[in-house]
């Protein structure tokens, strides 16, 4: 059984900085790609960051380029998703998820396995 579990989300004001941990369980970790997607209120989940497997090829939405970054630990079977100048459209709940081959991939429909999500608010 895979399980998702983020961490790391939280209240901050507009311009400040958090990271997000998605760690994960139940098959081979460093043998997938994995993504975050995000969802605010009244809103389709959207891509916004996707890493490969060796954590070597990265991709970002244009909304976040410039300011996340995401980063994977296979030792710890983690990945992270770091955030600077934060905006309060980047007010969302936060999915980690797990892909079903080595590739990075912003498709949601490549993801075989989500989180239950982590609440990020960004005051203005």
């Known amino acids: 059984q895979v399980q998702l579990v983020e961490s790391g989300g939280g209240l901050v004001q507009a311009g400040g900085s958090l990271r997000l941990s998605c760690a994960a369980s139940g098959r081979t970790f460093g043998a997938y790609g994995m993504g975050w997607f995000r969802q605010a209120p009244g809103k389709e989940r959207e891509f916004v960051a996707t890493?490969?497997?060796?954590?070597?090829?990265?991709y970002y939405a244009d909304s976040v380029k410039g300011r996340f970054t995401i980063s994977r630990d296979n030792a710890k079977n983690t990945v992270y998703l770091q955030m600077n100048s934060l905006k309060p459209e980047d007010t969302a709940v936060y999915y980690c998820a797990q892909g079903q081959g080595i590739w990075e991939t912003s498709a949601r429909r490549e993801y075989v396995y989500w989180g239950q999500g982590t609440q990020v608010t960004v005051s203005s």
């Open positions: 890493i490969n497997w060796t954590g070597d090829t990265t």
